[in-house]
């Protein structure tokens, strides 16, 4: 089976039912993506396949074949934080940061889509990621400075 | 310096131990040369944690035994600081490097933290949790950094040939006043002899710290948000395997047979071991673990096949035994005759719900046994590996990696044994990782509990006599020797935050521990929250019938020592951060309620509406004394995230037993709370003294009584049972509907109850049978419609699920209710 990560071609030789987070962790090592739950509930296994948000505890391999997939450690470009991943930083959000990964992911889809979200519109993208330490406040506060960010860049 | 030198030094100087004695005699320091740099501890802080541990209230265990080893000099000039306390969220890691920092004479980059294995760091007995780590770490690491910066002091002096006094040290380089200088790298070098100090270093006073009481960024954020981080779930080894294992499905199972013939032909498989209490399976892959598990045949004996109304009905004030915790004055006895006002609150099981399930990487060989793993005690995890293989525990080396979550659940860790027991079996690293149903069955989970108040008020209209009877299945106990409970009686873990705070002439609290059918046990807090939840509703009762502001009349009662004046302040710091009493938006209320945890008290204000027949929390305002905070935004942090965990226990979280097993299975039967429910959050920090508190679980304590009480106030109706589920606002709910209306609205329900009520899924009447009109209230008909029937919950009939519709506002409930009576 071929997929593409991060930029890369990569030809994985396993169980094309494989559930896609256990290709991307176990099999390929990238270990940024978490689990969670195994049913499509927390969003700790966020990934993007073909820029949308796409949770692969649920994403068996052999529905992505050909197709691009982006994890956190695609997310850095030219050596520079994602503005998801720097606003997240800077507001010190996590706290054991098991879910921030794919808390981030879905913030950088959501916002590639809307850049200039109201907090409405914030809360309700946000809002089927779970965080059992409770960071959601400085979650919230995070995504609307990464918006203005990226809204800069444009 | 390869890990195989360290731990053969380790292993030998275990031989090297000096007695107490000596470290006493010895003004405590000494150190130890191992190649390539100096390894350095100091007993008396080991001592004094011992100490700390044991006046603490009801912390157990105590750091014992064996060489302490925090810092170790690296030739390059950094300092290793081997940490036993475990990163799980709480920022730990940063904090005790603050703590180290102020001490070390280094520059904060110099400073490197290193998890501490078993076989390397001190031993810390005690594990991480139960707010302690600050409290107890605080002197102790202060005192060895501080001893290891004078002992560097006076051997460069000796090197440099001149006074020690001539010596001046910053940046881990120590400088003579004739500019001569030597790094720390450079002192430690070739030293093979290490006097002791004379005396006790003289610590830095508070007025010129530097680093602790300062806003620090963790120190761990930037790994963990690009993914690098890597948590027990993440650890990887050369030519690991995957393991997988077959759990109990009901609460009192034990094992009988297993059938692994589909199993073993799946592809990937690797051997799969049974004995006879054990079932597993190793695999190349995770996928085909967990595939060939799933394909086992195991025959269990189920046991008793308990539901959840004879849980509630053992956790019972009156069941078990019976151990006052507190009596003052007359206690209970001043409770005889007179107006008694009392209430019965209950809460119910919850999960830990940490996002990462528990997990451990485990390579056996035959005179080390090495273990990477998500736990909050690795010397725990030491243990028990040791005794399910059989080995001396001095050839378990438990490393802790990083912990997704907690929470109280991570301090043993069964995936541990479980990768130890597989990788022994097929002489390969094995990584176990639970998958969530695990987490939700097979865990251990918070403990029902039951509480009992009652109260008189005096003449002046105070209260005169207060008692709280407590009761609540295990949370401590079972990880003591049996022992233990049969001397303390009453479990404190259990009891925690039940006692009655308030300046009462006669009070008393009485635990009556009622051990449970299924695994019970630490959860954020232990009793605190719960515990709290019913005594802080209760005074608003009180306050209620003595007609006082619940606010004035906790402040008539608090005051009286130096304890309760410090409750005071900060009951008073959220009341006027919270504007109390102003005039609010319409249809909005507040509540208050006041918990202490581990010395630290907490205030909440919680200010709610309705929204859909649902209790809409828009601000927590908190106040919170922990008094010397190491990093501010650290103590912030916990406080919000404390409340919204709360929160979750508030509006969602219960584990409900049904025929003998937990019905939650996965997050959809076990919703948490998300950034939809979760309000803005103000905190007042307040620092009343130089000693550094508990601050992890604290704030956790008065939430869930700040919303019920903002509940009452808003509605008058008191819920005295978590999570906090509001009957409808009107008690005569057909009366108040529209059956024309009614009708449009039941076009939602037709699909599966058929035109005009005709039936019911799975029952043989429907919902237009006025056999079941006649005996259903209409607050039953209403709790059904909007909060729904799921298959497993313990009213469900058919076994089918009723969905809840919480989408309709409560007039659109009333209107379809009338539908219904006006059916027949």
Same mark, same amino acid.
């Given at each position: ?88 930083? /800077? ?6 940061? $098991?879910? !921030? ?17 109201? /907090?409405?519109? *914030? ?28 809204? &800069?860049?444009? | ?17 000096? %007695? ?30 011992? &100490? ?57 980059? @110099? ?80 030293? %093979? ?12 006073? @508070? ?32 030519? +690991? ?114 996002? /990462?399930? @528990? ?135 259990? $009891? ?11 009070? &008393? ?42 606010? /004035? ?46 010395? %630290? ?22 106040? *919170?004394?922990?008094?010397? !905070? ?30 003998? +097993? ?12 998300? +950034? ?18 508990? +601050? ?51 076009? @939602? ?22 056999? $079941? ?52």
């Amino acid at each position: 089976m071929k997929i593409t990560i991060n930029g890369e071609a990569i030809n994985l030789d396993i169980d094309p039912e494989t559930p896609l987070v256990w290709a991307i962790r176990d099999h390929l090592g990238l270990t940024g993506t978490k689990f969670g739950c195994g049913g499509g509930y927390c969003g700790a296994c966020t990934v993007h396949v073909e820029g949308k948000a796409t949770r692969s505890c649920i994403t068996p391999l052999e529905t992505v074949a050909d197709k691009a997939i982006t994890t956190i450690e695609g997310m850095p470009q030219n050596g520079e934080l994602h503005p998801v991943q720097a606003a997240f930083l /800077e507001h010190q959000v996590p706290q054991c940061s $098991w879910c !921030m990964v794919g808390q981030m992911m879905t913030a950088a889809a959501f916002l590639a889509e809307n850049n200039t979200p109201t /907090e409405a519109e *914030i809360v309700n993208a946000m809002g089927s990621n779970y965080c059992r330490c409770g960071c959601y406040v400085r979650i919230k506060a995070a995504v609307t400075a990464a918006a203005e960010t990226m809204q &800069e860049a444009n | 310096m390869t890990s195989d030198e360290i731990t053969n030094t380790k292993r030998k100087r275990r031989f090297w131990r000096p %007695t107490r004695r000596q470290f006493l005699i010895g003004a405590g320091a000494t150190g130890v040369v191992a190649a390539g740099g100096l390894y350095f501890g100091i007993p008396f802080a080991r001592l004094q944690i011992a &100490e700390v541990l044991d006046s603490g209230a009801g912390a157990p265990g105590g750091v014992d035994a064996d060489p302490p080893l925090w810092f170790e000099i690296q030739p390059n000039n950094d300092i290793l600081f081997h940490m036993t306390k475990v990163e799980m969220g709480q920022g730990i890691h940063t904090a005790l490097k603050q703590i180290a920092a102020e001490e070390l004479g280094a520059e904060w980059d @110099q400073i490197k933290v290193v998890s501490a294995g078993t076989l390397r760091g001190p031993n810390d007995g005690f594990g991480t949790g139960g707010s302690s780590s600050v409290p107890t770490m605080y002197g102790p690491i202060r005192e060895a950094a501080a001893a290891m910066r004078e002992m560097l002091r006076l051997k460069a002096a000796e090197k440099l040939g001149v006074a020690a006094a001539d010596i001046s040290i910053a940046n881990g380089i120590a400088t003579a006043s004739a500019g001569d200088n030597l790094t720390y790298g450079e002192i430690v070098a070739d030293v %093979t002899e290490w006097a002791e100090l004379e005396e006790t270093p003289v610590l830095k006073p @508070q007025t010129e710290f530097e680093f602790i009481g300062k806003t620090r960024p963790r120190i761990d954020f930037e790994s963990k948000l690009t993914g690098e981080a890597v948590y027990g779930f993440d650890a990887r080894m050369d030519g +690991m395997l995957y393991g997988a294992v077959v759990r109990p499905t009901h609460i009192e199972a034990t094992f009988v047979s297993a059938d692994i013939s589909a199993a073993q032909d799946i592809d990937g498989v690797v051997d799969i071991l049974v004995t006879d209490d054990f079932v597993g399976v190793v695999a190349e892959s995770r996928y085909a673990a967990q595939k060939a598990r799933d394909a086992i045949d195991v025959t269990w004996d189920t046991g008793k096949l308990w539901q959840q109304a004879e849980l509630e009905a053992l956790v019972s004030v009156g069941n078990g035994r019976a151990t006052a915790i507190q009596r003052e004055g007359s206690g209970a006895k001043a409770l005889q005759s007179g107006k008694l006002i009392s209430a019965d609150y209950r809460s119910p099981m919850a999960a830990h719900a940490h996002l /990462e399930p @528990q997990s451990a990487l485990v390579e056996v060989t035959p005179d080390l046994v090495t273990v990477h793993a998500s736990t909050q005690s690795p010397s725990l995890v030491q243990g028990e590996v040791a005794e399910a293989l059989g080995v001396e525990e001095d050839i378990v080396d438990v490393k802790a990696l990083y912990l997704g979550g907690g929470f109280g659940r991570k301090l043993n860790n069964g995936s541990a044994v479980d990768a130890a027991r597989l990788s022994a079996h097929v002489g390969r690293p094995v990584h176990v990782g639970w998958d969530r149903t695990e987490e939700f069955r097979n865990g251990y989970v918070r403990p029902l509990t039951h509480s009992k108040l009652t109260a008189k008020l005096g003449a002046d209209g105070l209260i005169e006599s207060m008692s709280h009877e407590q009761a609540s299945g295990d949370v401590a106990f079972p990880f003591f020797p049996a022992i233990a409970a049969s001397f303390l009686g009453a479990d404190f873990g259990a $009891w925690r935050g039940g006692r009655i705070q308030y300046d009462v002439p006669n009070r &008393e609290t009485v635990a009556w521990r009622t051990p449970m059918p299924l695994k019970t046990g630490w959860w954020r807090g232990l009793g605190l929250m719960c515990n709290t939840f019913a005594v802080e509703c209760f005074i608003d009762e009180v306050a209620q019938v003595a007609g006082m502001d619940p606010l /004035e009349f906790r402040l008539k009662h608090l005051g009286a020592d130096e304890k309760t004046a410090q409750l005071k302040m900060v009951l008073q710091a959220a009341a006027e951060a919270a504007d109390w009493g102003a005039p609010l938006p319409e249809g909005h209320a507040q509540g208050i309620a006041l918990s202490t945890d581990v010395g %630290t008290p907490c205030a909440q204000v919680a200010e709610i509406s309705m929204e859909n027949g649902r209790i809409r929390v828009h601000k927590v305002t908190a106040a *919170i004394d922990p008094g010397l !905070m190491i990093n501010p935004d650290g103590v912030l942090a916990q406080t919000q995230g404390s409340i919204i965990m709360g929160l979750s226990s508030v509006f969602n979280e219960e584990l409900i037993v049904k025929d003998g +097993m937990i019905t939650a299975e996965n997050f959809n039967n076990y919703p948490l709370i998300t +950034m939809k429910e979760t309000p803005e959050i103000d905190v007042v920090l307040l620092e009343s003294t130089g000693i550094p508190k508990g +601050m992890g679980e604290p704030p956790i304590g008065p939430i869930a009584a700040a919303v019920g009480n903002a509940y009452f106030a808003l509605t008058g109706e008191r819920l005295r049972r978590l999570p906090l589920r509001p009957t409808p606002p009107v008690a005569d709910v057909a009366a108040a509907g529209d059956p024309t209306r009614g009708e449009e609205v039941y076009n @939602q329900c037709i699909a599966c109850h058929g035109d005009q009520g005709s039936q019911i899924p799975g029952l043989d009447y429907g919902l237009n049978d006025s056999e $079941w009109l006649a005996k259903s209230s209409d607050t039953d008909i209403f709790d059904v419609i909007r909060n729904g029937r799921a298959g497993d919950h313990p009213d469900n009939i058919s076994g089918i699920n009723m969905p809840g519709f919480g989408q309709l506002s409560d007039q659109e409930i009333y209107d379809v209710v009338a539908y219904l009576r006006a059916l027949p």
